[in-house]
């Protein structure tokens, strides 16, 4: 049964400082700092994170699941300095490296598919969702709502691999430390993109890839097929070689892991 909380224990929950608000529940952390960010002015690497979100959506308006006090549910505020419109793929990027460098610390074998979950072996861990505001073709800022399932012990969604942290090393985590090591990652991250090091971001996105040894099955419009990661490129396209030697490129959702 899901936990009720009354609104002087939601009140109590909240904590605001520099750099983070804690909420207890929200619809979505995505569209609440939106909101948030039309009456105040926020730093950038600002956090709304929140115990309880009913209505979290994912790549494509997925769902995510995620049961009340058990995981790392927040978004964050990112003002990119001069990066024009086409260089949006570096901040899922730099996002995506943030959340695997993060869990490094706790397991092994944690990787990025393309183009921004974060994997644990064949299972996903944590989901990511970027949304952007542009202006006069140079990205204004970007909202990047993040998932992590740390403490979750069983999944009942219709997600096909779903894990967290907990479920992995057996024991539980301090969710406000890892979110706490996540932003000293997140400063160092987007710093590097400030200073416009695209190459070392891609660089270091396309050794976290998922997959990135082998032929593995893949589907498109046309069927499944067997292929290879070739590259992804720097605008987000991923190129894979086919076992006859032909490459196929593909956009976001064009194509599906088997």
Same mark, same amino acid.
């Given at each position: 049964?899901?936990?009720r909380i009354t609104m002087m ?21 995505? *569209?609440?700092?939106?909101?948030? #960010? ?6 950038? +690497?600002?956090?709304? =994170?929140?115990? &309880?979100? @009913? ?67 064949? *299972?996903?861990?944590?989901?990511? #969702? ?6 006069? +073709?140079?990205?204004? =800022?970007?909202? &990047?709502? @993040? ?100 490459f196929s490129r593909y956009a ?7």
């Amino acid at each position: 049964m899901m936990e009720r909380i009354t609104m002087m224990e939601r009140i109590a929950m909240m904590e605001r400082n520099a750099m983070m608000e804690r909420i207890a529940e929200v619809d979505s952390t995505n *569209k609440y700092l939106t909101e948030a #960010l039309k009456k105040r002015q926020l730093p950038s +690497g600002f956090v709304v =994170h929140a115990e &309880i979100q @009913t209505h979290g959506r994912g790549q494509a308006g997925n769902a995510w699941e995620s049961e009340p006090f058990k995981n790392l549910l927040f978004s964050v505020y990112f003002r990119p300095v001069n990066m024009p419109a086409s260089l949006l793929f570096a901040i899922s990027e730099m996002a995506s490296l943030c959340v695997k460098k993060t869990l490094d610390k706790y397991i092994p074998f944690v990787t990025v598919k393309w183009p921004n979950d974060v994997y644990y072996q064949d *299972k996903k861990i944590s989901g990511i #969702l970027v949304e952007n505001v542009i202006t006069g +073709g140079i990205i204004e =800022h970007s909202i &990047i709502g @993040t998932g992590i399932n740390i403490n979750q012990l069983q999944f009942t969604g219709d997600a096909p691999n779903p894990v967290s942290l907990s479920q992995i090393t057996g024991i539980a985590h301090d969710k406000m430390r890892i979110l706490s090591e996540f932003q000293a990652l997140f400063k160092t991250q987007s710093d590097r993109l400030n200073n416009h090091l695209f190459d070392e971001i891609h660089d270091a996105y396309l050794d976290a890839l998922y997959r990135k040894e082998g032929y593995h099955l893949y589907s498109d419009a046309n069927g499944v097929f067997e292929a290879r990661l070739h590259t992804i490129e720097p605008t987000g396209p991923i190129v894979l070689e086919r076992t006859d030697g032909r490459f196929s490129r593909y956009a976001f959702k064009e194509v599906t892991y088997l």
